[in-house]
């Protein structure tokens, strides 16, 4: 679920795309985890979804570069002291 509460045809998209792809998530946040660990200070999410792209075998249906902010916001939503590990940029739409 979106941690943004809002009714925009993207959030819906996303809201979607989540609730039938749970595992997405749970890899984003793995892989944002094991970056951390490593020392990094900043992570990209436009990065990590790359990098899920590359590591599943058919990639996944409908990963759609508009959802790197809502999982960005959901992560530090989940991982508060992650505030500071991704950039944000104000909504336009809400």
Same mark, same amino acid.
Request: proline share 3%.
């Given at each position: ?31 944002? !985890? %094991? #970056? =951390? ?15 899920? +792209? ?17 999982? !960005? %916001? #959901? =992560? ?15 909504? +336009?739409?809400?």
């Amino acid at each position: 679920m979106c941690c943004i509460r809002c009714n925009t045809a993207a959030c819906e998209q996303f809201n979607a795309f989540d609730a039938h792809n749970p595992h997405v998530y749970r890899a984003l946040e793995r892989m944002a !985890a %094991r #970056r =951390l660990a490593s020392g990094a200070t900043r992570v990209s999410l436009k990065d990590l979804f790359e990098d899920l +792209r590359r590591q599943l075998p058919y990639g996944v249906a409908g990963l759609n570069n508009n959802f790197t902010a809502l999982y !960005a %916001r #959901r =992560l530090i939503d989940d991982h508060p002291h992650w505030a500071g590990v991704f950039e944000l940029r104000r909504r +336009r739409a809400a």
